[in-house]
């Protein structure tokens, strides 16, 4: 009794079908792992370079005016209000925590990291909108029964647009990176066709 063609020793061989069962998956998808792996160092390290920057924007801007007090009489400001001062400094540990997600971010690629830089980002987002916003465009009367009341109006200052500009900063850099760190689809599987 003779074997059929297919029946061949590929036991024998090791580089014959039983052989291929040890190729990795990632040969199978056509890239190795290292070539795909080797894109993402590059853009770990740029999006927790922006993820540095906006920390660095959101505690610079507690350090910094919000806005100015103007009396109606004069243009020169009355007071000066600090950034921090008006909220109780809480934005300082989101830029500290939000740096200490971008560390995981860039070691790891972790995409919680990544999701809790977009919520600390909404976060500091909020204090500034509801918070420091209404305050930058208020007007009213300011003083004391002892020395008069003057009618003032407040106009924004730098503190605001920096803590602002930090808190989208970390908002996109989350964003991007959870798009770009997006689980790949696992290819389906091929099916034998019946021949």
């Known amino acids: 009794m003779t074997a059929p063609p297919e029946a ?3 036991y024998s061989r090791g580089s014959g079908a ?3 069962l040890l190729v990795p998956r990632w040969q199978a998808s056509g890239a190795p792992a290292s070539a795909r792996s080797e894109g993402a160092g590059p853009a770990r390290l ?12 959101v505690l610079v801007a507690q350090f910094t005016a919000l806005y100015h007090l103007h009396s109606a009489t004069s243009s020169a400001a009355i007071k000066t209000i600090g950034t921090g001062a008006n909220h109780a400094w809480a934005p ?20 919680v990291a990544l999701v809790g830089l977009v919520a600390l980002g909404v976060a500091t987002l909020l204090i500034a ?33 920096m803590e602002t500009l930090g808190a989208v900063v970390l908002i996109v850099a989350g964003g991007l990176g959870l798009l770009m760190f997006a689980p790949s689809p696992k290819p389906a599987a091929s099916r034998p066709t019946p021949g």
């Open 8 to 10: 061949n020793s590929e």
């Open 18 to 20: 039983s052989g291929r």
């Open 46 to 57: 740029a999006l927790a370079v922006g993820v540095l920057l906006g920390a660095l924007l």
């Open 92 to 111: 300082i540990p989101l830029a500290l925590a939000a740096v200490a997600l971008a560390f995981a971010v860039h070691r790891y690629g972790s995409r």
């Open 129 to 161: 909108l509801i918070g420091d916003l209404p305050d930058a465009h208020s007007s009213g009367l300011i003083g004391s029964s002892a020395n008069g009341y003057v009618q003032a109006t407040s106009s924004p200052s730098a503190g605001l647009y």
